[in-house]
């Protein structure tokens, strides 16, 4: 059975695909909502503005988007390395 | 004879091309994440590069399914006929059925009619090639779910036009992964049908790897198919299945991505247009319940793909026979004729409802066909 269907191999691909596919967009919505939240100032944002002015919340984003671009950069160099054996 | 086989290679992969780009610009396109033109020309692009990235399926696709010393050069023209025939057929009614299916089917359709059952390696192609394409949408929709429900849990509490400029940003970047994904994935199924061509014709030793002039090739002919935009099928992608928001154009686009990435790691022929619906069904069945989602849409295209291994196999084996029957180079000779005749007739069909640029997200009124200019202005 083994021989025709290679469990682990699915398995991989679905914690991974998980990881990767539904955790990396999650952090990014995690970024995206830090990003927009408001400062200090009285200012009301406008309607489609994407940065809120809070620092904390710039922080938490530019961390965000880091984690999503390391994470992508990582899953790309594992496949490039093991694709030319 | 063998250049004749591998220019109907890179034909396939012309078509290949422009059928799947949707799958990785439907949902950008119809969240107006990219424009159209734009959406093509990047995803074009990145197909180029991802071509270039990996040989694992490659490798499958020449030496994991048939036996290669009982291929012939009419053979593998044969099956890249049928998988041609077959993916035009799909396109003109806005079907996005597995080009990579198609090509498998074809493949074997007429490995089988040649040299019967033993040729085929059955075992490879279940484990390599049922079984993926059996779960992989399902993994997808999985994954495409989960995520669609977090973003919107995290993001809920931001107004919808600054979550949507933030996520359209967020799907340029989740849909050119796809196109590299797609390039890993569907630009190595015609570099191991060319390889295995070269090797048939005796070019190459048996299980030889993939010349880089063969990985060029292939690499510039998705890419122009990919130019040349599949705008039928975007639009059912896009518009038909589900009406799609920012934030789950991200998720699918994301699912999609990190599915076909994994499982070329694993050498995986997985079908791309599968995993592509399969993120977008999920995205619709992760925001609020399954309301949005056309099920009959949905059911039409579970149809396609259900057939398309055995309809390419048939038109495989028809096209052998043809080839064979008259023989020799003549025999591919006669097909391409044919072969031509029956593709400039469904361009000419397909002249009857155009779908471009222009028109590919205009509103879903049950077909793929968009409404007439006067009816959108009515």
């Not at chain 1, 406008?46 to 922080?59: H, K, P």
């Not at chain 2, 059952?117 to 049922?130: F, N, P, Y």
Request: with cysteine.
């Amino acid at each position: 059975m083994s021989d025709w269907i290679n469990l682990r191999a699915v398995w991989e691909i679905v914690v991974v695909g998980l990881l990767a596919g539904a955790g990396l967009p999650a952090i990014f919505a995690i970024g995206i909502r830090a990003l927009g939240t408001p400062g200090k100032a009285h200012v009301t944002p406008a309607e489609d503005e994407l940065v809120g002015g809070s620092r904390a919340g710039i922080a938490l984003a530019v961390v965000c988007f880091a984690i999503v671009a390391a994470g992508i950069g990582y899953g790309i160099y594992i496949v490039v390395a093991s694709g030319h054996k | 004879m063998l250049a004749l086989v591998i220019i109907t290679g890179l034909s396939f992969d012309f078509t290949n091309g422009f059928h799947d780009t949707a799958n990785a610009m439907a949902t950008s396109i119809a969240t107006r994440a990219l424009s159209p033109r734009i959406a093509v020309v990047l995803s074009a692009a990145l197909n180029l590069v991802g071509a270039f990235l990996s040989l694992s399926v490659a490798a499958t696709i020449a030496g994991g399914l048939v036996e290669t010393g009982l291929v012939t050069l009419t053979v593998v023209f044969a099956g890249l006929a049928g998988a041609i025939v077959w993916n035009l057929i799909t396109w003109l009614f806005g079907i996005p059925s597995s080009s990579s299916h198609a090509l498998i089917g074809g493949v074997i359709g007429s490995m089988l009619s040649a040299a019967g059952s033993h040729a085929v390696k059955w075992q490879g192609l279940v484990s390599k090639v049922i079984i993926p394409a059996a779960l992989s949408p399902f993994v997808a929709a999985l994954v495409a779910t989960v995520g669609t429900f977090l973003i919107y849990r995290i993001a809920r509490s931001m107004r919808a036009a600054g979550r949507s400029h933030g996520f359209r940003i967020g799907q340029v970047g989740s849909a050119s992964l796809v196109s590299l994904a797609h390039g890993t994935n569907d630009a190595q199924k015609t570099m191991g049908i060319i390889t295995l061509a070269l090797i048939a014709n005796g070019t190459l030793g048996a299980g030889a790897t993939t010349p880089l002039w063969v990985i060029v090739l292939c690499a510039v002919t998705i890419a122009a198919g990919t130019y040349a935009g599949g705008w039928r099928v975007i639009r059912t992608l896009g518009k038909g299945l589900v009406e799609i928001e920012p934030p789950q154009g991200l998720a699918a686009e994301s699912s999609s991505a990190a599915v076909i990435l994994v499982s070329t790691h694993f050498g995986y022929s997985l079908s791309t247009t599968q995993v592509a619906t399969g993120s977008i069904l999920g995205c619709g069945v992760g925001r609020k319940g399954a309301a949005g989602v056309r099920w009959n849409v949905a059911g039409r295209m579970a149809t396609a793909w259900l057939s398309t291994l055995p309809a390419a196999g048939i038109m495989g084996a028809i096209s052998y026979f043809i080839a064979n029957g008259v023989g020799g180079t003549g025999g591919i000779v006669v097909d391409l004729i044919i072969l031509i005749a029956f593709s400039s007739g469904i361009y000419w069909r397909s002249r009857a409802s155009t779908v471009n640029a222009g028109n590919v997200n205009a509103e879903w009124r049950g077909t793929v066909a968009p409404p007439r200019r006067a009816e959108v202005q009515a």
